[in-house]
């Protein structure tokens, strides 16, 4: 089981905050994280913060709550966050979104220099990781994973269409772009996980527009077409959507953008671009 975060003194602060998406049935993947690579030296240390990021409504049946907390008194990486939909269609973006607010804003993970998306299927390399972003503290508005490019359906609150080339997107969705209908080819870190620098995860977690976003989204529930449609708001995809469409534009309109797997070998003038950029 991880151990909780040090309560040394001093403490070092924590690299990062790692929040794995988990639905409230999937104990066994979660214990299969907790006795894989939730062993590693740097998990147990506390320098790296694991929480099962688990949505709750208030409306689930009494025994799945009290599961839940029971597993949450047995393991401080359990993390219950209080949201209003946890089905798939849209609760994996609204949970995403309560995740970056929660720990931007409470610590131990506040005080983190990076945040972190994960799934609860996926096998993370905590050495590897820990010394690749290490390397990149110094810059600002790290936005780091696996890229692909997408456009994003402003009212269907989904990706519209993803793939590697953006200019191939671009043709694709240009009646839909035209129309005003689908945002213009943003990049977008795809799954295993998704890791934004502590400012970066806290200019969404406090954006008006990302919260106003989020919270509309219910709408379509309401709308038989919309709600029919088999089709669901991927929270990969809207980490990206919110960085080039939802920030303030107060907010730094550059990004540090590293691929994973990019480490020693970069030029801070290739990897500064500005938000909406394809390069």
Request: net charge negative.
């Amino acid at each position: 089981m991880p151990s909780p975060p040090c309560t040394a003194t001093p403490c070092a602060a924590p690299l990062i905050a790692l929040g794995v998406l988990s639905a409230q049935s999937n104990l066994p993947r979660r214990l299969g994280i907790r006795q894989s690579w939730g062993r590693y030296e740097d998990v147990q240390s506390g320098r790296v913060l694991l929480r099962f990021v688990i949505g709750v409504t208030g409306d689930e049946v009494g025994s799945t709550i009290e599961a839940l907390r029971v597993e949450a008194a047995e393991n401080p990486d359990v993390q219950l966050l209080n949201v209003r939909i946890t089905g798939r269609k849209l609760g994996p973006m609204h949970t995403t979104f309560a995740w970056l607010q929660h720990s931007t804003s409470t610590l131990p993970c506040s005080s983190a220099a990076y945040v972190a998306k994960l799934d609860d299927d996926c096998y993370i390399n905590v050495p590897e990781l820990v010394q690749h972003l290490t390397l990149l503290q110094h810059l600002p508005m790290v936005y780091y994973g696996i890229f692909y490019y997408s456009t994003w359906l402003h009212t269907g609150y989904r990706h519209f269409a993803s793939g590697y080339d953006p200019r191939a997107l671009k043709w694709q969705g240009g009646e839909c772009m035209r129309s005003g209908n689908c945002s213009s080819p943003f990049p977008f870190a795809a799954a295993p996980a998704q890791v934004l620098s502590i400012d970066l995860a806290a200019a969404i977690a406090a954006s008006p527009l990302a919260y106003d976003y989020t919270t509309s989204s219910l709408d379509i529930l309401s709308d038989p077409k919309q709600n029919a449609s088999s089709t669901f708001a991927s929270e990969d995809v809207w980490i990206g959507y919110a960085i080039h469409d939802l920030l303030p534009s107060s907010v730094d309109p550059y990004l540090s953008r590293f691929c994973l797997g990019q480490r020693d070998n970069y030029s801070e003038a290739d990897i500064r671009v500005p938000r909406g950029s394809m390069l």
